[in-house]
Structure formats: structure tokens, C-alpha cells
């Protein structure tokens, strides 16, 4: 059976996933449809917790359209060991329910070691895919964003892990994004081709011989300058790279709040610089992103930060809602069987 053939979406929460839930999830959630009636919503989690939420925060929402899951995968639970010691939690039945086509997609702010491992194991991998991918957005000098994958789905890849990932990255970065035919590079230690590893080496025999749009090896340089539309990489290195950019804006902040504290005069100049800081960094704030879509999975899956807002929850709960619409799973699934490698 395939996806994307209703009209109108059934998106399932996880009311009960995140360091703020269930409020932050369920005034998230229910925000959404102010933005979106052609919405189906489902709240998963613990029932009487989310009605009480939505009666706290005078929220109309139909309680038919609330599944009860009594049990709550923690922070500090083991990801996979959860999914069998926590059968009726919130993300095992979330993960089920799009197995079982009874939601079209789930998104979740929980343990995300979980979410990966139940959107894996059991919603299931779309046909031909080896391995999920999960990727992260880089704001750029060029305007556009660099999409890097993969920043922590898998930390061991094999060659053809990674030229997957350039096929589902492409796809939806030119559905998504509206780049056409985006370029691709291998993160390197050198742009010449005999640099890196046999990891990088032996996928780019793969990508140069597809008909992706492969620009050779690229530096970690090229991330911020915007000279690629996507970036491959194993998961190892690409959540280094990811954990190294989230700190980045913490660090700023405290630079000028240091630089501020020696001086009237420096607090003068720093409060000019915080603003032209905030404004021109505000595409970094993962509010405005929402969460992260794993791909590769026969079902939409989309993995929030745990500290996640009210707004990146409706945000979250907007991008399943625009992969459903442009039909992004049926689009990486005719791609990974029509890319060939000559």
C-alpha cells in the first residue's frame, strides 16, 4: 500500500516526548492547525496528562482524536532496550501506528535514540535502503542552506550507506528547498581526489559513476561558504559537526556578554552587536526548523530537539505536513530503485 493517498494528513504527536512535555507538545501541536486545517492531528501519550493540558490552556481538541499510551520512554532510557521494556510508550505506538498506516507520520521531541530505533525497526525502511539518514541545515554566505548527511542516524557507514544518503538528501532538498538538481561533495580532508580515507575514496567511485550531480571532495571550509548544496559524510563525523555548530551561537553569547561586563561604554557597544547578531543568526535557531525528518523511512519521521518550544512543535508538525503533500516518501522510493550506478 502506498503513502500519500489521502487528502488530508493524519500526523501523529508525541505529546509526552521532550524536557517541556506534554505542554509545550500539545499547545504545539493544536497550534499547528490555526496554520493548517487540512490536518488530521493525533496526540499520543498519556490521555488524562493531555487533557489536562488542553483544559489548562483553554485548548479545544477532540478527545476521539487522542491515543492513550500509558508508558514514557525517558531521556536516560536505552533506546532499543526501551522499545521492548516500554511496548505501550508513546513512541512505540506512534512508530506503529504509521507501520499500520493508521497515521501518515509521526514526529516526536523524545529520547531521540528511540525515535530513531522505533522509526527503524519498526515502522520500517523504505525498500533498498540500507541504512536512514538524518540531516542538518547550515546557514550560509551565500543565502542558501548547506544540507549535511549524515549527522548521527549511523556512526559506522559503508560506501553505499553514504551514496544513499546522496540520493535521499537530493531528493529532498529539491523538493523541500526548491533547489534543482543540487550539487553534491564528500567531506574530505583535501579537495584533490586522492585525499581521505577508503571510506570517502570508495563513494566517490560510487557518486561519480550516478547520475547525481557529484562535485568531488569538499572541506569542512565549504559547509559555511555555501560552494555545495549537500554534504555527505559518515554519522560519526557529521554529529561532531553538528554538536560543534549548535554550540556556536552559546559561545557568541557569551563572548559578548563577557565583553559587555568591563565597561559602560562596552555594554553600549555590545547591545548594538546583540541585535545584529540575533537578527542576522535567527535562520540558525532550530525553532524556525522545527526538527529533523529521518529519511529512508517508509513513513515520515520527523525528530525534534528535546528542550522544543511550542513553535518548533507546530513546526515540526508543518514539515510533515509539506513532505505528505509534495509525496516525499513515494519520491525517495522510485529514486533509490531508478538511480543506478553505471
Known sequence: MSFETNLIPKIAVDAMGGDFAPRNTVIGAISALDADQDIE???????????????????KFDSDKIVDASEVIEMFD??????????DSSIVVGAVMVRDRKADAFVSAGNTGAMMAASTL?????????????????PTNSGKVCNVYDVGASVDSKPEHLFEYAVMGSIFVSEM????????????????????????????ILLKNSDLNFIG????????????????????????ILKFGESFLDFMKGRVKSY???GIVNKLQAGITRNVLRSSLKDMDYQAHGGAPLLGINGISIIGHGSSSPLAIRNMVLRAKEMYDRKLISKIEKSIKSYSVK
Open 217 to 240: 571532495n569538499v572541506e569542512g571550509r565549504d559547509i559555511l561558504n555555501g560552494s555545495v548544496d549537500i554534504v555527505v559524510c559518515d554519522g560519526f563525523v557529521g554529529n561532531i
Open 122 to 138: 519498526l515502522t520500517g525502511r523504505i525498500k533498498g535502503v540500507g541504512r536512514p539518514t538524518i540531516g542538518a541545515a547550515f
Open 260 to 262: 559587555s561586563n568591563s
Open 78 to 87: 536505552s533506546p532499543t532496550g526501551s522499545l521492548k521494556s516500554k511496548p
Open 41 to 59: 492531528l493525533i496526540l499520543v501519550g498519556q490521555k488524562d496528562k493531555i487533557e489536562k493540558e488542553i483544559a489548562d490552556n483553554n485548548l
Open 177 to 204: 528547498q526548491g533547489t534543482i538538481n543540487p550539487t553534491i561533495g564528500t567531506l574530505s580532508v583535501g579537495e584533490e581526489d586522492k585525499k581521505g580515507n577508503e571510506l570517502v575514496k570508495n563513494t566517490n
